[in-house]
């Protein structure tokens, strides 16, 4: 079974810094692209940051120039370094993986379980 594990998550003052990490295990015969999602109380779920297998990079606007995804393909884990937290970064950020399963063939999404993170006083 694929899983995906987040952790890093917590509570830092605005202007503080988290790395979040997004480790795969589990019968992977490759892991395409990745990224990281929030959702806020009563927003929708929205991407953060997004990763493909060769390094490309795309960001939403509002954390551009404050937060960096990257990836190892080695250890099958992908991170986001957050910077310059602001309490409008709060929310249960979730990892993302399109895969392919070992086993068989086909291209699936699978998701971790959420970290909270939040940057309040």
């Known amino acids: 079974q694929v899983q995906l594990v987040e952790s890093g998550g917590g509570l830092v003052q605005p202007g503080g810094s988290l790395r979040l990490s997004c480790v795969a295990s589990?019968?992977?015969?490759?892991?395409?692209?990745m990224g990281w999602y929030r959702q806020a109380p009563g927003k929708q779920r929205e991407l953060v940051a997004g990763?493909?297998?060769?390094?490309?990079?795309d960001y939403t606007e509002s954390v551009k120039g404050r937060f960096t995804i990257s990836r190892d393909n080695a250890k099958k884990t992908s991170y986001l370094q957050m910077k310059s937290l602001i309490p409008e970064d709060a929310a249960v950020y979730y990892c993302?993986?399109?895969?392919?399963?070992?086993?068989?063939?086909?291209?699936?999404?699978?998701w971790g379980q959420g970290t909270q993170v939040a940057a309040s006083s």
């Open positions: 589990g019968s992977i015969f490759v892991i395409y692209g």
């Open positions: 993302n993986a399109d895969l392919q399963p070992r086993r068989g063939s086909g291209r699936y999404d699978y």
């Open positions: 990763i493909t297998y060769t390094g490309s990079t």
